[in-house]
């Protein structure tokens, strides 16, 4: 006798073979052969005052062919093509481009957004807002600012990484030798307290290798607005002051022995800490480090506690001169907090923030920076003394 279906089990089968229908559909596709995949995005502002949107997209005809070089594709094809667009806004300069590009312009894969000075010294804070609000682009794409034109930064065709600058400006990035502000960061930064921010340089290179990237110095915005750049040197107090210091060294010359010591930095935390007494604000920064040594070209023996402890020292002065640089150029200088003092008095002291929130302008430039540096050399490498120096002749203090 045959056993018939239960009633569940029939409209469980009857689910099952409908569900296929709903799955086997394409109708809205979009074929990457239709799409223009934008790598890199360069803002610049006209001398009318409109919006110059440039773009670098990837040029599928130079990918992957045969006798592919550096800088170049198949048949010598370039690995990029960079085209630009006007417009009253970046969707308006967007739309205008789409009108003489036969793909669809995809920014799904965009890497890198590069503001021009003449966009900056104007102001940006309106134009990124397309970058928030538009659903397409990555958060996560690297933002640098060019004291030239952004669409110079984009025509540029490096030696490495396939000849595309937008990927070589990320890979810049990542490395982490200047700032590293994504979208996502300058949006916060732009909503913050202060509303001042920073954003690291970008400049095209030559050599014997041909052309390339760097990063060089930083940007000071205060009210969105550009009003200063450092360099290198003071950038590097920048990053020890926002807890941005990753991957660096630190290179120093002993007061009692010839020659250099370098250190390599394994981890390092800074914690700003207000304080409001007696109606003075201040700031206390406590940075803590921990290194390696990499290299010894004194005859001191980094096995000796006395001069390790030394050269702590030492290093501490260093990190604290660092430092005393940015706060005198950005600080006392630019009046830009871009430090995120007040994000911290707000947090610490609300009611007294909501008091001077509107003075912050003011009051920044008065706070009170106490530094306090904490730096401990862990190990000293694969040998304590230095190498090619007889034991004898080591100085052990």
């Known amino acids: 006798m045959k056993r018939l279906f239960k009633p569940e089990k029939r409209l469980l089968t009857i689910v099952l073979c409908c569900i296929p229908i709903f799955l086997s559909g394409c109708w809205d596709r979009t074929e990457v052969n239709d799409l223009a995949i934008i790598a890199g995005v360069g803002l610049d502002r006209t001398d009318n005052g409109k919006i110059e949107l440039s773009v670098q997209i990837t040029n599928p005809k130079a990918i992957g062919g045969p006798g592919m070089s550096s800088g170049s594709g198949q048949s010598g094809q370039q690995p990029v093509i960079v085209k630009t ?127 390339g990237l760097k990063v060089n110095g930083t940007a000071i915005f205060k009210n969105n607005k550009l009003t200063g750049q450092i360099d290198d040197k003071v950038t ?8 941005a210091i990753e991957t660096a060294s630190v290179t120093i010359q002993p007061k ?58 030492q290093m501490e002065k260093s990190i604290d001169k660092r430092i005393q640089l940015v706060l005198d150029e950005v600080q006392t200088g630019m009046e830009a907090d871009v430090f995120g003092f007040g994000e911290a008095f707000e947090r610490t002291y609300p009611q007294k923030w909501k008091q001077q929130e ?31 120096v007889p034991q004898e002749k080591e100085k052990k203090k």
Do not use: C
Request: net charge positive; hydrophobic share 35%.
């Open 256 to 313: 009692d022995a010839e020659g250099y010591i370098s250190f390599k930095i394994l981890r390092s935390s800074t914690e700003l800490i207000p304080t409001i007494k007696n109606g003075k604000w201040k700031m206390i920064v406590r940075i803590t480090t921990e290194d390696d040594v990499t290299e010894n070209e004194t005859k001191l023996d980094m096995m000796d506690p006395k001069i390790v402890e030394k050269l702590e020292k």
């Open 85 to 211: 667009g006007t417009g009253k806004t970046i969707y308006d300069a967007r739309s205008k481009l789409q009108e003489k590009t036969s793909r669809q312009l995809f920014e799904g894969h965009n890497r890198v957004i590069i503001i021009g000075k003449s966009l900056a010294e104007t102001g940006i804070r309106k134009h990124i807002d397309f970058f928030a609000r538009f659903p397409i682009p990555r958060l996560r794409a690297n933002v640098f600012f060019t004291d030239g034109k952004a669409t110079d930064i984009l025509k540029v065709i490096p030696s490495f990484e396939n000849g595309e600058s937008a990927e070589a400006a990320r890979e810049l990035a990542e490395l982490k030798i200047g700032m590293n502000v994504t979208t996502k960061d300058l949006l916060q930064q732009l909503a913050s307290s202060s509303g001042d921010t920073a954003l690291p340089k970008i400049t095209a290179s030559k050599s014997k290798l041909g052309e």
């Open 236 to 243: 590097r107090g920048l990053l020890w002051l926002t807890d």
């Open 358 to 388: 509107d003075q912050w302008d003011k009051k920044f430039p008065e706070i009170e920076v106490v530094i306090k540096s904490d730096v401990k050399i862990r190990r000293p490498g694969r040998s304590g003394g230095p190498q090619g």
